[in-house]
């Protein structure tokens, strides 16, 4: 099994910024990439961004690239979401993911349908 908690979300004015942490327990030592989506009121579960478990490969939604960045401290068992430059529509509650291990789990998936373990959510509100 894997724990995850989120920290970080708050209210901020358009245009600021906050940095989102992920702390994962558990099974930490296996090699799975990692995940964060929103889901904002009324509206879907929606993909934000993903790691390798190296760090050195991510992948972004496109309404975020640019603007959003993901990384982790495996030492920490942290994953990370630095977000600029934000947007009223940014506003969302936060989760992280990550898959059960297999073959595949370090791949970048982007489908919550394939993720396996989430945290609790954290709310992000930013005010136009």
């Known amino acids: 099994q894997v724990q995850l908690v989120e920290s970080g979300g708050g209210l901020v004015q358009a245009g600021g910024s906050l940095r989102l942490s992920c702390a994962a327990s558990?099974?930490?030592?296996?090699?799975?990439?990692m995940a964060w989506f929103r889901q904002g009121r009324g509206k879907e579960r929606e993909f934000v961004a993903v790691?390798?478990?190296?760090?050195?490969?991510?992948y972004y939604a496109d309404s975020v690239r640019g603007r959003f960045t993901i990384s982790r401290d495996n030492a920490k068992n942290t994953v990370y979401l630095q977000m600029n430059d934000l947007k009223p529509e940014d506003t969302a509650v936060y989760y992280c993911?990550?898959?059960?291990?297999?073959?595949?789990?370090?791949?970048?998936?982007?489908?919550?349908?394939?993720?396996?373990?989430w945290g609790q959510g954290t709310q992000v509100t930013v005010s136009s």
């Open positions: 993911a990550r898959r059960k291990y297999n073959y595949f789990c370090d791949y970048l998936r982007t489908s919550n349908h394939e993720y396996d373990y």
């Open positions: 558990g099974r930490t030592f296996e090699r799975c990439a």
């Open positions: 790691v390798r478990w190296s760090g050195d490969n991510t």
